[in-house]
């Protein structure tokens, strides 16, 4: 059974960090790209980061570019989340997601941690 199970979230102020942790098991992870994902209350799931294979190329959402730094440890089947300098709009739950091979969407999900940015 594939899990993905993240952790790190909680209660910060404006202007704090985080660090999200995903740590996976019942497949290895380490030939696809995984991701970072969030939904805020009463908004669609939005894309937030993600990491290739390798940890060679990374992406990530306008919203958080310079912000926040996805990184991942193939050897422990983790893929990480720095959240720096977090904003009140980053308030949300946030899902771990990894893909089932690399030409298809997410496959895997978490079920997601809450991060609370407080003015």
């Known amino acids: 059974q594939v899990q993905l199970v993240e952790s790190g979230g909680g209660l910060v102020q404006a202007g704090g960090s985080l660090r999200l942790s995903c740590a996976a098991s019942g497949r290895t992870f380490s030939s696809v790209s995984m991701g970072w994902f969030r939904q805020a209350p009463g908004k669609e799931r939005e894309f937030v980061a993600t990491i290739s294979w390798r940890g060679g190329s990374t992406y990530y959402a306008d919203s958080v570019k310079g912000r926040f730094t996805i990184s991942r440890d193939n050897a422990k089947n983790t893929v990480y989340l720095q959240m720096n300098s977090l904003k009140p709009e980053d308030t949300a739950v946030y899902y771990c997601?990894?893909?089932?091979?690399?030409?298809?969407?997410?496959?895997?999900w978490g079920q997601g941690t809450q991060v609370t940015v407080s003015s």
């Open positions: 997601a990894g893909k089932g091979s690399p030409d298809r969407w997410y496959d895997y």
